[in-house]
Nanobody, 123 residues
Framework: QVQLVESGGGLVQAGGSLRLSCAAS????????MGWFRQAPGKEREFVAA????????YYADSVKGRFTISRDNAKNTVSLQMNSLKPEDTAVYYC????????????????WGQGTQVTVSS
């Protein structure tokens, strides 16, 4: 059974940093793309960042480029999202997801989803 478990969310002031982690289990993810998405209250879920596990190729939404960094740790089977220079508009529930068809990496059409972790940025 595939499990994606997010951690690291919390409350931070604008300009601060947080690091989210996603622990992946239940299968080998070396042929997958791993993504981070977020959903703010009253808004649709949106793509934030993704990484092709085998090639370490990364993708970012324009709104987070230069501030967020996605990475993966093969030994720990985890994917992380380092978030710097946080803004109040980054406030959302952040979800980790995995997709086998890596061409879908920047879409919302992922195969597996975590439960989400809340990130709140105060002004």
């Amino acid at each position: 059974q595939v499990q994606l478990v997010e951690s690291g969310g919390g409350l931070v002031q604008a300009g601060g940093s947080l690091r989210l982690s996603c622990a992946a289990s239940g299968r080998t993810f070396s042929n997958y793309a791993m993504g981070w998405f977020r959903q703010a209250p009253g808004k649709e879920r949106e793509f934030v960042a993704a990484i092709i596990w085998s090639r370490s190729t990364t993708y970012y939404a324009d709104s987070v480029k230069g501030r967020f960094t996605i990475s993966r740790d093969n030994a720990k089977n985890t994917v992380s999202l380092q978030m710097n220079s946080l803004k109040p508009e980054d406030t959302a529930v952040y979800y980790c997801a995995a997709v086998r068809a890596t061409w879908k990496v920047t879409t919302n059409d992922y195969d597996y989803w975590g439960q989400g972790t809340q990130v709140t940025v105060s002004s």
